[in-house]
């Protein structure tokens, strides 16, 4: 028996190849088209086309066999993220305990670790003078979850013993567990319930 054949992304052209790159996010063929470069015209019917061809089959499995690998995911990026968060502090967004940088002067990890930015103006009065004033609201992602994530993904958590059976009692010897059969015995069965 034969066996079958191999495909090489590399004979794919960059059309074909961004294709299947789009194609997995969402397995909509026509948007896949549109967005690796075919014509609004054709796309529909290059979608059905590349989705016949065993080499388009072929990369679009390899793509979807390792979506960590296609994506640029590792164990090791998803840690450094959370320990952005884990270690980021409020404080490194202020020049003062009330002057605030600059968002430009930011660095970019200061930047990911912001969750949402508010402001509210007021009028306030100053020396009998209306004064408008600026309030922002800065809120940074939930630190304790990533520590919590660190310490899962490093093994830090230890597994705990949860005794939900004995009541902290020391067990002797396992309790006694009886099984009734209360169904009806199936047709053309010999089995009898209770020996009747």
Not at 91 to 107: D, M, P, S, V, Y
Request: hydrophobic share 35%; charged share 30%; proline share 3%.
């Amino acid at each position: 028996m034969d066996e079958p054949k191999q495909y090489d992304s590399s004979d794919l052209t960059g059309k074909q190849r961004k294709f299947c790159e789009e194609y997995i996010f969402d397995f909509n063929g026509t948007r896949a088209a549109k967005a690796a470069g075919y014509s609004e015209d054709t796309a529909y019917s290059i979608a059905s086309e590349n989705l016949k061809k065993p080499e388009i089959q072929a990369y679009i499995s390899e793509l979807e066999s390792d979506l960590a690998k296609t994506a640029g995911i590792s164990r090791l990026r998803v840690l450094k993220e959370h320990e952005k968060l884990a270690f980021s502090s409020i404080a490194h967004l202020h020049n003062t305990w009330i002057q605030r940088k600059e968002f430009e002067a930011l660095t970019d990890d200061q930047k990911a670790c912001i969750a949402e930015i508010s402001t509210q103006t007021k009028t306030v009065q100053i020396n009998d003078q209306p004064t408008q004033i600026e309030f922002v609201k800065i809120k940074l992602y939930d630190k304790q979850k990533s520590l919590d994530s660190i310490s899962k993904m490093l093994g830090f958590d230890a597994a705990q013993k949860v005794d939900v059976t004995s009541k902290g009692e020391k067990l002797t010897q396992a309790p006694e567990v009886k099984v009734y059969n209360t169904a009806p015995p199936l047709a053309g069965s010999e089995d009898k319930i209770d020996g009747k």
